[in-house]
Each structure stands twice: as C-alpha cells, then as structure tokens.
C-alpha cells in the first residue's frame, strides 16, 4: 500500500486559490476513479472535482470555508502500490515546502450505527437530522456526506428531501434518480413534535458564495456614496404590447417577460447619458465609459444572489435579449454559468419579481456606478385629468454612485427610461 495525494488542480485561467465549499467524502471513506471528492469555489464558479484514483480517504487538507492556493494538497489517499514517488521525497524536503492552508487531520473511520428497532418512532431513528420522510435502509454514518449529481441534489431540495436518508445503489453509495423516485414513493410522515418551548440555537458558518456576497455587499456600502432615486411609471401600454406579442409568437422564440423591454429601453437610455454605463476606479481615480452595454441580471439562486451578464445588448433585438435572459438565469441556478458569464457588466438591472414591494435601495453592483431595480406591478386609479381610470402601474427604484452622478443627472436619465416604457412604440425606433 502507498499513498496518493490529490493536489488542487487549475480550476480556472488566472485563478489562484478555491474556497473548499463541500467535502463528498470522509476520513476512511473508500472511494472509485472519477468519484467527486469535493466542490471548490472560485468567484462565483463551483467546480466538482473527481479522485483520480481509487483508493480510501486517509486525510483533508482543509476544512469546509478553508481557503487551498493551486497545487496545495486537497486530500490524502491511501492506493494499492507503491503510491506517489513524491510523498517518499517528502521528509526530507520537509524544510522547504510550506505547510498546507488548513492542518491536516486524520480519523478513524466513522462506525456504522446500529439500526433502531421497527417498533421506535421515526424521531429515534439515528439519522443527522430529522426528516419527515422514511429512510431506505439503514441511515448514513453520522458526518457522511450522500454522493449525488447537482440535478438530483436540485430535486431532493425541492421535495424537501434529507439526501442524507436515501439509499444510493450507485458505486460508493452514489444516489440516481432511481433511488430518489424510490425513496418519494415509500416516504412517511413523521409524527407531529409536541408543542414545547424551542430552545435550539443554531450556529451557521458563512461560507461560499454567501461569503463572497457579504463581502462584496460590504465594500460596496464602504467605497460608494450611495443614493437611491423612485420613479412611478406607468406599465400599461407596455403590457398591451408584451400580451400581444407573446400570443403571436413564433415557437422558436421565447416568451416575453418586462426585463427585454427595460433592458432595450436601457439601451437607448445610456446612449443619451453615457456616464452611466461606466465603471468607477476609486483607487486610480478614473471612469471607464463603455461603448458596449453589458447589463447585468441580479439572480436569485439556490446558493444565493448571482449576476450573470448578458453582453453588447445594444446588438441585440428584443427576442435576443428575452432568450439570453432565460439561458443565463437557468445555467447560474444551476450551477453550470462559467467566470466569464458572471463578469463584466457595466450596468445591473435587479428584480424582485412578483416579490418586488412598492420600494426598494438596490446595492450598487461595484465598480459600476448605476443599478436599476424593477418593484412589483399593481393596478390603481390613475387621475387623467377628467376621471379617474385603472391603470397598471409600478416604481423604478434606482440607485446611483454619487461620487461621479449628480442627482440631476441620475432623474433625467430615470425619466428617459420612463419615457421609452410609456411609449414602448419608441423603443423599436432607430435613433
């Protein structure tokens, strides 16, 4: 027997070091040839990544949150032969290499419990945490961590499923689909907890990507002297339009939501007030204005708020931009959107959806100096001179970087942009 160690590979061009995010494996773990080990996280980026070997885990090189640089041992494998030639070198050398980013700590293999007897409620079983479903064989040792592919990782979170409680019949336990419709099939509710005073006090690591977001969120209230501008506009015409395109649709083109309609009504709008779509170098002190308009799309994931980009939409018609909105909001809910899909906006729309409240204070989405926040639509009695008459209406909540955009400026821009919605006609105009 020998051992193997797993390095951090190059997860990504320019990338320095990955944040450990999960560990699929643990210490005594016997793992197969292309078995993921753990996810890493660069950025916004989550990479999977598989043993290249088979062998039994004997170490980790850093905890959860723990922060590995490119080429540090990821983790430890004890492999049939002779192992890696280099592990051998290693004592000698000992001086000169630098100690991993996280200690090294090997434990025995975790003990399988003893199943409980079928005549115990589903709340003394030895599962980690309660669930209100029934388990398919015996439950996980304590600190497992259940094998499954994002998608069914997806599907459990959906149906409220501990993942933790599925049987994998899969190699190393790897849960399938299969197993998940299983377990769906011959699920059982639990028994209702008695009322009783709840005393749990729970203690969340910020990890990940909501630790990237914190930061990020952080640096931008720190660096930019925000101020928020609301502007009621009035969505009608624009939703008479929007019902009739959809209904006569080609079926090669997706459906039509507000966003493509804001985002041409952006288009134009920065075309008049170009200091908004730029980037603001606080520490050299320079702008940077943009001829092409990259707008960002705020995006509510499972792992949390991403903003993948959608790139020269100044080239694109409407159709286009709906179809590209779509495809970027599936592949970063999903976990496949790249680096380069996740950068380089100049500008951000954000939205709450059906959720959007009358007003928002959207963060700026820095170095960018102007983002753009869509609040819920509702239909209220509008005065038009005469009568009063329902209309459909709904605040642009905007924020601005008031280091380098005048409050002036930032109301006339808004009005431009209320101007094109109201008139949607005018956005299919060539300037």
């Not at 990544?49 to 990821?74: F, N």
């Not at 500008?347 to 102007?370: D, F, K, M, Q, Y």
């Not at 970087?401 to 009005?415: E, K, L, M, T, W």
Request: proline fraction near 8%; charge should be neutral; glycine fraction near 8%.
């Amino acid at each position: 027997m020998g051992i193997r160690i797993v390095k951090l590979p190059d997860v990504g061009e320019g990338v320095a070091e990955a944040e450990v995010v999960e560990w699929h494996v643990t210490v005594g773990q016997s793992v197969l040839e292309d078995q993921i080990l753990a996810a890493v996280m660069t950025d916004k980026a989550t990479v999977e990544i598989p043993s290249p070997v088979a062998g039994t885990v004997v170490a980790l090189g850093a905890e959860v949150g723990g922060v590995l640089a490119v080429g540090a041992e990821l983790i430890r494998l004890e492999v049939t032969g002779e192992g890696d030639a280099e592990v051998a070198a290693a004592p000698r050398e000992a001086a000169a290499v630098p100690p991993p980013a996280q200690p090294l700590a090997a434990a025995p293999a975790p003990k399988l419990p003893v199943p409980p007897p079928a005549s115990l409620p589903a709340e003394s079983a030895a599962s980690p945490i309660p669930t209100s479903r029934a388990p398919m064989g015996p439950p996980r040792p304590p600190g497992e961590k259940p094998i499954a592919s994002p998608a069914i990782r997806r599907r459990a979170r959906d149906a409220g499923v501990d993942l933790r409680q599925v049987r994998g019949t899969g190699p190393a336990g790897r849960i399938s689909h299969d197993d998940l419709d299983a377990f769906l099939r011959v699920g059982t509710t639990s028994a209702k907890a008695a009322r009783a005073a709840n005393t749990e006090v729970t203690t969340v690591k910020v990890i990940g990507l909501r630790r990237r977001i914190a930061q990020k969120m952080a640096e931008a209230k720190r660096r930019i002297a925000h101020f928020s501008y609301v502007e009621e506009v009035d969505v009608t015409a624009l939703e008479e339009l929007r019902s009739s395109l959809n209904a006569e649709r080609r079926q090669d083109r997706p459906r039509l939501t507000l966003m493509p309609f804001l985002m041409q009504a952006l288009v134009k709008a920065v075309a008049d007030f170009p200091e908004m779509n730029a980037l603001y170098d606080d520490e050299a002190e320079t702008i940077e204005r943009h001829g092409g308009v990259h707008i960002g799309i705020a995006t509510q994931t499972p792992s949390g708020l991403m903003v993948p980009v959608v790139r020269h939409c100044e080239s694109l018609d409407l159709w286009e931009c709906a179809a590209e909105v779509l495809r970027l909001a599936e592949a970063a809910r999903e976990g496949r959107a790249t680096r380069a899909e996740l950068t380089g906006s100049t500008i951000t729309i954000t939205s709450l959806g059906a959720l959007g409240g009358i007003v928002t204070t959207p963060v700026i989405n820095r170095p960018e100096v102007a983002i753009i926040g869509i609040n819920r639509q509702a239909v209220r009695p509008v005065w038009q001179g005469t009568q009063f008459v329902p209309r459909t209406m709904m605040n642009l909540s905007s924020s601005f970087d008031h280091r380098v955009i005048d409050g002036y400026v930032a109301a006339r821009f808004v009005q431009r942009i209320k101007s094109l919605i109201e008139t949607p006609a005018t956005l299919f105009l060539e300037a």
